[in-house]
């Protein structure tokens, strides 16, 4: 199959470029499990065609050859290799068929291909997670509420002899009446033009959506105010991985609800930089990407909008909290410059967008804010995750650190913020481990081996049958299993381990958690080596990113008074097993607060309060930037992280090992 | 052709109603002069068929049979009456062909026709105005100048290691350190989305536009330096009937050219009301007026640029001057309202908008200012017209009367102004009379009637061979004509005065000014009894309306200190001979001043000045409207002052009949 077809490949090209061949050379590919036909010419990757044709296959290096996610079964025909150096292929077990890469395999006949499910990116499933409570969604500070967006009933006076003020200004004249300090007012031309029909069809009396703008109070929508019913507003973090969507009214800043799911841009890239990249590969990858985080907003919006039964023009108001290059794409700005030094954005702050500049499933006016970003790689979820812990406000030495695919470190205090990135990689968010699963229904919590008994004791979310492991647990898994010495201190599965949960060797070597008839998925539940490894790389990432802050600013661990640990975790984290397994450093637990998802509390805020969008852009202003990338410090750093908890235990006093 | 027709007509609309019919009920109607083949279907009125082939045919009455502006001669076939009440018909003088109205005709039969050239509306010629001198445009008060838009060379340099601030903040700094005022700067996000390609292609060497949306400026474009010349603007009166378009360097504020064309709505209609009713009678009424007014502006700004060897690229800024329907006409709203009473606009105080929201051959993102409204009747222009005289500044009082074809009138000073209006008709601007032109080359702008030696005395534009009358010329002709008794009080033609030049009897009268072989035309130049008509009644609306609002305030002519009249009068206006034909009151020759297009010298202004630009909005708030329509005195005081000068001539001592 990799003998010498690429001049036949070139000669199917040539031909193919003449002026009546398009059909004759047009290729069948049929996708079996998927019962998807799709065609395709010659010389396309086959990767593409799927991608193009609406599978989700996973490629978190961006379609390099090096992930090895996109597996696919060949059934029937063969494909040609792309790049004969990064060539790969193997027989299926029962040996009736071959595995290629379907990002380095060309198609050059009609073949029918099976997508083996571990290859379908990201699961697709829209999950509900716990509305936000607790201490970082704590609105008293932000009263009278300030929403981006605000509805209001008008029952306006009909025009007279005696009061002929323009249609806009009577609109104005109505709001200053309910709210005197939303001036000034203004309206684009779009709304201008439908003004004097929608306020005669409905007889003056209407419902007006205002958005604050940041330098006034722009009037986005006027409606029968039949249609006035309660105002609805999304608070949303748009992670790398996952995306989250939090609904909430409006007028009393009630969360109703939150759901989740992957994010489909998975499927070109595991993290920002291979995204990036796709985008430059492909002509019309930043449109691509753009809708895909586009569908993933809007299938999540839309089980929301069926959960709750509401109506898409309830919402009114959205706030975004990403990343620089997630929000770059999700605005269609081309984010090259990011990826190439020195990392430059479009802009750090972003002008309030209408939902329809994005394609949201909104009331097409929706005001939409976006956080405000520092730079290429501390972006809008880290100011809203400052945000919301307000250590901006705080007289003690906070550290903030969201163990997300980017990680990010901030520490300060009200007179002073710094922060750094790392890329630490999807692990504790599940993606690429196959015993993972988000933190609904069914995820597995709290984990520990009894080496003794041979046993595995859980805790799952709702007490559903286990389905997978969540981020917290994950933490205890890898404590427990160090403790229990089933791992070493670098993380190596002990393949002696006398248990028949151990089982291969090297990287084929995995430790069997639950057995099918013990899971809810009537499959193993196992931890393979290559996810440890994943695991480890990540939490030595972060604690690399901790010390080499703090060293920078001539600080020691036992300086930060407050410690707030946000990403994949929920509040249920057993921080004595986080520092056990060296993710956070040994401070006292007294200290540390597991926040959950920082970014999304933080975009409750701006959806709430002016005040809130106010010091986003204050964070902004005083926050300073340690570029760790090339940082020598920050590699020696991390290869003494890759241990649990560290090469040099002296740091951490506290680990029982 | 006028028997029982309807009901065939009837019957053929039904059967093209047919699924298989479109083919075979298509009329072809065939305009011979102008060389054009138009389909049509059965039933459709022979004026739509025309304007839709962009023919424009005059139609001042927007289709209602009473202006028989649109009279055509159809050559072969046969139409029938739209309706029967309105029909008229009449052989051509060679009884070869008929006459009709095409606004009442309905096309049933393919047929021949060909428009006469006195219907074509609107000489579609551009021409050369002089550009903006003297009193009105003296620019010192509005020092240091602040363009609606200005255009800023930025060297810029690159992104560094040490230097990441983001591309929109790099240019922001750049912008800063030219001018620190210019805060608080936005863009929008197709700015941003453009951003990086546009610095990166030019190494960051920028040419940067920037837009005083009134609540910030906004950055609207960034392109190579390379392509900075000097920026340029446009100053624009659009009037009902006449447009004028000035074209201003922005740097020095310097006025380079003007030239003007009749404003090719006119098709729909010689007044706004017409044409309002012509949008409610036609689907695409509203579009098509836009793209008329846009098309008169369009050939307008090419003609300059032509001439002046300008790239549209340079020009940035925009500054509007239009009465309420005109602006709503160009924005694309719907004016409906306006015409109902009690005629309420969309707006009051518009957006600064781009040039490619309503799609002029500019810089696409040029900054467009319109001048805010008070009322339906009393708009952008008029304001640009109090801004020019300053009189909302003046400790003295002033009054303003602007006559077009609306005509405006505002009285006051610095405490307080007040303003009607009254429909003066276009008379003065030349419209639906023969013998009237522009006041440009060969424009008669003096005449003098010697009743002894039968011989007229005139003065043309440059010097130039005579081939029309101007708004001051028809003033000075009205005042001869009466002084040697051509015409009595009532401006009726004396048939029986003892020249060549009166012939005719009744609404047939007129007075031969020039015959064929004096004038440029190779065409008598005549002045019809309709045509004084027109005039007399444009007067009388003019006068009654200053009368109305003086007496409406306890104010006698002689207490106004100061009156600006504007319009189609030049510098040259013998402002006795206004006073003697009733145009202005009766006031010391002294106090008037005439001012020329005062809605011009205001959109100037606007386009240099920040400060005048927030002038204009003041005005809007301290100006009152006092609406004659219904007003049972303004209707006594037309009657009375439809005579030369007025009924009552102790109103008029220094009128020396």
Chains 1, 2 share one sequence.
């Not at 490629?59 to 790049?83: A, F, H, M, N, R």
């Not at 083996?116 to 997670?129: E, F, K, T």
């Not at 001036?183 to 604050?212: G, I, K, M, Y």
């Not at 790689?377 to 812990?389: E, H, K, N, R, W």
Request: proline share 4%.
């Amino acid at each position: 199959m990799t003998s010498n077809m690429p001049a036949l490949i070139t000669a199917v090209r040539q031909y193919s470029r003449g002026t009546e061949t398009q059909v004759m050379t047009d290729i069948t590919v049929t996708f079996r499990r998927c019962g998807i036909t799709a065609s395709a010419e010659p010389g396309d990757v086959l990767l593409d065609v799927a991608q193009r044709s609406g599978i989700q296959i996973a490629s978190y290096c961006g379609g390099q050859g090096t992930c090895k996610q996109c597996e696919i079964v060949v059934l029937e025909g063969t494909v040609e290799p792309k790049d004969p150096a990064r060539w790969w292929e193997e027989a299926t077990e029962d040996g009736t068929a071959t595995l290629v890469l379907a990002c380095q395999s060309l198609v050059t006949e009609d073949i029918t291909v099976e997508v083996p499910l571990r290859a379908l990116a990201a699961d697709p499933a829209v999950r509900d997670v716990d509305v936000l409570t607790g201490e970082l969604v704590d609105l008293s500070e932000f009263l009278p509420l300030t929403p981006l967006s605000r509805q209001f009933a008008l029952a306006l006076s009909l025009p007279t002899h005696d009061d002929t003020v323009s249609d806009f200004d009577r609109i104005v004249h109505g709001l200053s009446d309910q709210d005197s300090e939303l001036a000034p007012l203004t309206a684009d031309l779009r709304l201008l033009r439908e003004l004097p029909s929608a306020l005669r069809d409905s007889s003056f009396q209407v419902a007006v959506t205002v958005t604050d703008t940041g330098v006034a109070n722009e009037i986005r929508s006027v409606r029968p105010v039949a249609t006035a019913d309660s105002s609805l507003g999304l608070a949303i973090d748009v992670g790398t991985s996952s995306v989250v969507v939090q609904l909430v009214d409006l007028t009393t800043g009630r969360p109703i609800a939150a759901s989740m799911r992957r994010n489909a841009q998975i499927a070109y890239g595991e993290d920002v930089i291979s995204r990036i990249v796709w985008t430059q590969q492909h002509d019309d990858g930043l449109e691509r990407m753009h809708d895909a985080i586009r569908d993933t907003l809007n299938q999540i919006i839309s089980h929301l909008y069926a959960q709750q039964g509401i109506d898409p023009e309830q919402v009114i108001a959205v706030s975004l909290a990403g990343n620089t290059t997630m929000t770059a794409f999700l605005l269609g700005i081309d984010a090259t410059t990011i990826r190439r030094t020195p990392h430059i954005p479009a802009a750090s702050a972003l002008p309030v967008l209408a939902a329809r500049d994005i394609g949201l499933a909104t009331q097409p006016d929706a005001g939409v804010f976006c956080h405000p970003a520092v730079s290429g790689f501390v972006g809008g979820d880290i100011i809203a995750g400052i945000l919301a812990t307000r250590m901006h406000r705080s007289e003690e030495l906070c550290l903030l650190v969201d163990v997300g695919t980017n990680g990010e470190i901030v520490i300060g205090n009200r007179d002073w913020l710094m922060c750094a990135s790392c890329s630490a990689g999807p692990a504790f968010e599940g993606v690429g481990i196959d015993a993972a699963m988000p933190a609904t229904a069914g995820a597995i919590t709290s984990l520990e081996y009894d080496a003794q008994r041979d046993t595995i004791q859980y805790e799952t979310i709702y007490d559903q049958p286990p389905r997978g492991i969540c981020g917290t647990g994950l933490v205890e898994m890898i404590a427990s299993l160090a403790e229990t010495e089933v791992i070493d201190r670098t993380g190596t599965i002990n393949v002696d381990f006398p248990s028949a949960r151990a089982r291969g060797s090297d990287y084929e070597a995995e430790f069997v958690l639950l057995w099918p008839d013990e899971s809810g998925t009537e499959e193993a539940i196992s931890i393979r080596q290559h996810d440890l490894d994943n695991l480890l790389r990540s939490k030595a990432a972060v604690l690399a990113g901790i010390t080499v802050l703090l060293g920078n600013l001539g600080l020691e661990t036992t300086d930060v008074q407050r410690m707030y640990l946000a990403g994949a975790f929920g509040g249920s984290l057993d921080v004595d097993k986080a520092v056990a397994i060296g993710l956070l450093p040994d401070v006292p637990r007294d200290r540390i607060h597991v926040v959950g998802n920082s970014a999304l509390a933080g975009a409750y805020l701006t959806l709430m309060s002016r005040k809130a969008r106010n010091e986003a852009n204050e964070i902004v202003s005083s926050l300073t930037y340690l570029d760790l990338s090339g940082d020598a410090r920050f590699m020696d750093e991390f290869i003494a992280s890759d241990f649990i908890p560290h090469t040099d235990l002296s740091r951490f006093p506290s680990a029982n090992m």
